[in-house]
């Protein structure tokens, strides 16, 4: 498997998105790809907010290519197996990750 390293883009841009994300910094993930990278991230920092009426359902930030970027990071520090490394040095747990 591959680090993955992933970015806000711009969290400054107002993107209603971030506020379904508990962290807004870089990451550092293990993960088989790209799109397995932004699902677990997701899945680590999905935060539930009230839906407002006429307003778009909000997906994870970590999703949209737009905004976050995702690259392989070789010279990344290896997260924990089942976590993820925030910029800050936090190891987050990501739910289910156990069962990849």
Do not use: Y
Request: include cysteine; aromatic fraction near 8%.
């Amino acid at each position: 498997m591959t680090i993955f390293r992933l970015s806000p883009i711009d969290t400054r841009s107002g993107d209603e998105k971030w506020s379904a994300s508990t962290i807004q910094e870089t990451v550092w993930v293990e993960a088989r790809d790209d799109l397995h990278a932004r699902h677990l991230v997701e899945a680590a920092t999905l935060k539930m907010i009230d839906a407002k009426p006429g307003r778009p359902t909000l997906f994870s930030p970590w999703l949209d290519q737009v905004i976050a970027s995702c690259f392989p990071d070789n010279d990344a520090k290896r997260p924990a197996k089942g976590q993820m490394l925030t910029a800050s040095g936090k190891a987050i747990a990501i739910p289910g990750a156990e069962f990849d």
